[in-house]
């Protein structure tokens, strides 16, 4: 993983230019094993990281430390340090950004471990919103972000709507 110390952080950017800030807010991560999106650091970092489904060169120098966060307590982390990375992959495969070099081993590594992570997280009860993010996180860790991004949209309504339509086709 790129340390949280290198000015690397700087010469990487985000959707507000240089990345100098996302340290900070990784650090933060860190320490609060069970936040939601909305609340920080989480809003900052989607909004820097994944704005708008754009990713930049810093969301895949983040997104090993989002795991290794989710790593420490994956039974206190929430929906979110499992959709964060989906998103982010999800997002790269979409609009075909590449990962610098430097970055590319610490974030395809950091993917990989998420399948074994989902069955750590498994001892507390999921919710769909939990459940769908770790279905997309397997999915797009193992190469599907198109099941990794329909599985962020369905929700049980929705899915229950899939199902009729599926029957009648």
């Known amino acids: 993983m790129l340390d949280l110390e290198s000015p690397r952080w700087a010469e ?18 860190q320490a609060l094993p069970s936040s939601e999106a909305n609340e920080e650091p989480w809003f900052s970092i989607w909004d820097s990281l ?7 060169s ?6 090993p430390y989002v795991v290794e ?16 990375p989906a998103w982010v992959e999800v997002c790269r495969q979409n609009r075909g950004v590449a ?10 590594s950091a993917l990989a471990r998420l399948p074994a992570l989902a069955g750590a997280a498994s001892v507390h009860p999921w919710d769909a919103d939990f459940t769908a ?13 198109k099941v990794a991004e329909a ?3 369905l929700t049980p309504e929705v899915a229950e709507k899939f199902l ?3 029957l009648e086709q």
Not at 58 to 63: P, Y
Not at 99 to 108: E, G, K, N, T, W
């Open 12 to 29: 990487l950017q985000h959707a507000y230019g240089a990345a100098a800030d996302i340290p900070a807010l990784l650090r933060r991560l």
């Open 50 to 56: 994944a704005h708008q489904g754009d990713v930049y």
């Open 58 to 63: 810093a969301s895949f120098a983040a997104v």
């Open 69 to 84: 966060a989710l790593a420490s307590a994956p039974n206190r982390a929430s929906a979110t340090y499992f959709h964060f």
């Open 99 to 108: 990962i610098p070099q430097d970055l590319d081993a610490s974030y395809f």
């Open 133 to 145: 993010s770790v279905l997309a996180a397997i999915a797009a860790a193992k190469g599907n972000a």
């Open 151 to 153: 599985v962020m949209e």
């Open 164 to 166: 009729v339509w599926s």
